[in-house]
Nanobody
Framework: QVQLEESGGGLVQPGGSLSLSCLASETIFSGYWMGWYRQAPGKERELVARIRSGRDPDYGDSVQGRFTISRDNAKKMVYLRMNSLKPEDTAVYYC?????????WGKGTLVTVSS
């Protein structure tokens, strides 16, 4: 059972930047996906970004060009750098690991984009 702990959420003004971090309880093989999903009130959970070795990262259409995902396997961390934030980016952001067909989730961290 992989435990995931997110950090870095908070309140930011439109146009601002924020970074999220996620620490896994164990080393995740680089070939497995690690990433971020988000869920806004009344909406479905959606992919923000995910990363694994041997592939270009995947980004959701709405964040392409503004968000950057990175990963440090030695530190068991995955990161999300969010730039040019918009009010519609407001959501709970969840860290995710997909391993052997099983999804593991963190508890989420709230990002609020508002003036």
């Amino acid at each position: 059972q992989v435990q995931l702990e997110e950090s870095g959420g908070g309140l930011v003004q439109p146009g601002g930047s924020l970074s999220l971090s996620c620490l896994a309880s164990e080393t995740i093989f680089s070939g497995y996906w690690m990433g971020w999903y988000r869920q806004a009130p009344g909406k479905e959970r959606e992919l923000v970004a995910r990363i694994r070795s041997g592939r270009d990262p995947d980004y959701g259409d709405s964040v392409q060009g503004r968000f950057t995902i990175s990963r440090d396997n030695a530190k068991k961390m995955v990161y999300l750098r969010m730039n040019s934030l918009k009010p519609e980016d407001t959501a709970v952001y969840y860290c995710n690991v997909r391993r052997e067909g099983i999804n593991y989730w963190g508890k989420g961290t709230l990002v609020t984009v508002s003036s």
